[in-house]
């Protein structure tokens, strides 16, 4: 299979610029760039390398750079904004900081005739986020395009097809990204486009039927969309030798356990275990009002219940997870890996010992998982499911969690969701819910006062959820939403809608 590597110099778009590829059909893998040597370069057979982007300038000191001998390996290489400076400075030329030639955002882009630059027209917008720019080319190196403050907005030689774009075709404001990446992997590196993500569903149903025949796997389901798709996948492999085991702890939204067992186990006929563990969840809850306590108590209370399953099957060869390609990428800007720390309850190898560990979506983006889901014939609602936090409505409530105010919020939530969904927004928000806070407030009802609880309505839209701006919902949504809460939902008596973007805010409210 063919294959481009994308070397992270720490820039905010190495993930983006490989999934552009693979949605040209070229399979792309990102390593950082001090992680992997030139003679792995070569012996892993790329067809050729792009250089990211990065927060430095190349003569920091403390300026990520790779071995140079990667510039010798005579693979096609495209370096992008740092990732182009660096090339041309590895390369003998000069780049230099002109806080006048610095470019921010939508810029004209004049190119001129060449592969890289085949079906562009001359003139164009592309997205620009620089400062330093490259102001002599290397030698034998010739400049393709320009904007008004940078001569060199891309630049290339030909003899070592070795190219650099100053602006970043991985965006899509960058109008004709996508064909210069095109141009770069088929006309440059002779790509022939053999990748997809359904083909290599195919392949892992393949390949897992053969290697984990008369195996038993077992996975924690949650119903999430990774470890759902993951579920069928390995279903379609090796059918009733999986074993699902689904933890209800009671902290999800309201109908959602009941829709979770019904798919998998009514619909795709999975060997499923729902353990009904919510009395024992709310016990051990008792009384607690720390987030962070709460979620250490869920995080270990699941496992003791993943593990008492566990036990209870007998042998068990493999454990299944629904790890992506984002959990063990590591990134270039010198951090170790970025894996989810409290954002996963499934901790849960150490504690029970497997002879192997199953991660069959280890190298997709969440995209490709849903794409993956789609074809496997995954309910939407479960295929678009908004992120929901492993400790569940634990965490959307604040103060002590009982019964009672576990249903109220499921209530009030599920009335939120229903609302904004049948409003059909043309930019709806990316994540909604409802906090159920512990401030008590007056209120009237008929000729009585009240004194019931505020529920805080949440709504956020977002790229990847580490910023995050609240969704200006229009005003009859929210008061749509506002009327039915304190008319449906007994002990309710106020609603309130949260203005606070991340930062400074968080998501979750705890
Ligand atoms: P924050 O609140 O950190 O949330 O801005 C960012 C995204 O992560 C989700 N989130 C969690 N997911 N366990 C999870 O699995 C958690 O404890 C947790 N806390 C937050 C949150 O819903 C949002 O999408």
Known sequence: ?????????????????????????????????????????????????????????????????????????????????????????????????????????????????????????????????????ISTLPEGWQALADTEKCPCAALGCDAKKHYGVQFHPEVTHTEYGRQILRNFLFSVCGCKGDWSALDYADRIIADYRERLSGKRVLLALSGGVDSSVAALLLHKAIGQNLVCVFVDHGLLRKGEADFVEQTFQNRFGVRLIRVNARERFLQKLAGVRDPEQKRKIIGETFIRVFEEQAKNLGQIHALAQGTIYPDVIESGKGDSAMIKSHHNVGGLPEVISFEQIVEPLRELFK???????????????????????????????????????VNALQEADAIFREVIDAARLPEGPNQYFAVLTDTHTVGVMGDARTYGLTVALRAVSTDDFMTAEWTRLPYDVLARASSRITNEVPGISRVVYDISSKPPATVEWE
């Open 1 to 133: 299979m063919e294959k481009i590597l994308v070397l992270d110099f720490g820039g905010q778009y190495n993930q983006l610029i490989a999934r552009r590829v693979r949605e040209l059909g070229v399979y792309a893998e990102i390593a950082a760039y001090d992680r992997v040597s030139p003679g792995e370069i070569q012996s892993a057979g790329y067809r050729g390398v792009i250089f990211t982007g990065g927060p430095n300038s190349v003569y920091d000191p403390a300026a990520p750079r790779c071995d140079a001998e990667v510039l010798k390996l005579g693979i096609p290489i495209l370096g992008i904004c740092y990732g182009a400076q660096l090339l041309a400075f590895l390369e003998g030329g000069a780049v230099s900081k002109a806080e006048a030639g610095s470019e921010y955002g939508k810029t004209t882009l004049r190119s001129r005739p060449h592969l890289l630059f085949q079906d562009v027209p001359e003139s164009s917008t592309c997205w620009m986020s620089h400062t330093d720019y």
């Open 367 to 405: 995209d490709e998982v849903r794409q993956v889901g789609t074809m496997l014939g995954l309910p939407k609602e479960l295929v678009w499911r908004q992120p929901f936090p492993g400790p569940g409505l634990a965490v959307r409530i604040i103060g002590e969690i009982t019964k009672e105010r």
